[in-house]
């Protein structure tokens, strides 16, 4: 009879444990995202043959390279937490800046490139020190520069496309071509993502924003140049941005101020749904991309089934909204 008990406890305990691991799996915002992610693409493939095919997962992942590569930037803001608006202008103006260069001045493709991402590093030092030193609000500091960074844009073009033409094959082939049938933006991406994410969990540099992000005043009094942290994370937010915009430029030959239209929406969307929080203090560059990545396959399951386009930027408005909401209504539970 002891035996029959013991092995019905073995028995409950196993399926206990089990039940734990899945529950422990789950509660990973990433596991989450990923089954989520999947199950999504198996109803796409019931609904309609094209999904899953060679062709449209490639270009899913191209289409959304640069927004991964800026939601990577956007994710060490909000950890910090703070909010990057001039995202999107600021590849814009990489852009830009980069075809004028080459073609207007006639400067050699690989210098106009390190011009820009001079200009791009400048741009991040002006926001980290309009916040730090004058004061001012992340939120207005990049509004400001997002509508500067776009006006400088639109004024460099007059607003009409600048074709780059066939300046170096070795530029076009970074956005357009590809290694062992893997497109070069999407191993990009994919480099981009493991380095930063592994910072992130693994740098004492890099935690440290964690540490700013969830306690600005405690950071300070640990010795942690909360200045310095802050400058530097939106200096290395307009890096990215500014790489997202030559990466724009080499894929299509052509600067345009236009490029990066809502990608500050798209980058916090998929960061937000990827588990940063707005309160600062959390979140991961690995759930960032697969945040993003959702949404470009909802966005991609609209086309598919026919759906206008116009609905797009509403659907990720309503899912950012969602995933804000969640986040707020989990800090009220964990506060509570």
Known sequence: MEKT?????????????????????????????ATIIIVTAIIMTFLTPGFLTKSNILTTLIGLSMDGIIAVAMTAVLVMGGIDLSVGSVQAFASVLAGILAVKAGFNIWLSVFITVLASVLIGIINGYFVTRVGLSPFITTLGMMSIARGLAYVLTKGSPLSLGVISPAFDFIGQGSILGIPNLILILIFIVIIFDFLMRRSAIFREIYYVGSNEKAARLSGINVDLIKVGVFTLSALLSGLAGILTLSRFGVATPTAGTGAEMRAIAGAVIGGASLSGGEGTVLGALLGVMLVALVNDALILLNVSVYWQSLVTGIVLIGAVTIDMLAHRRRSS
């Open 5 to 33: 008990n013991v092995d019905n406890m073995v028995t409950i305990t196993g399926k206990n444990a089990g039940f734990n691991f899945l529950r422990s799996l789950f509660a990973i915002r990433e596991a989450s995202l």
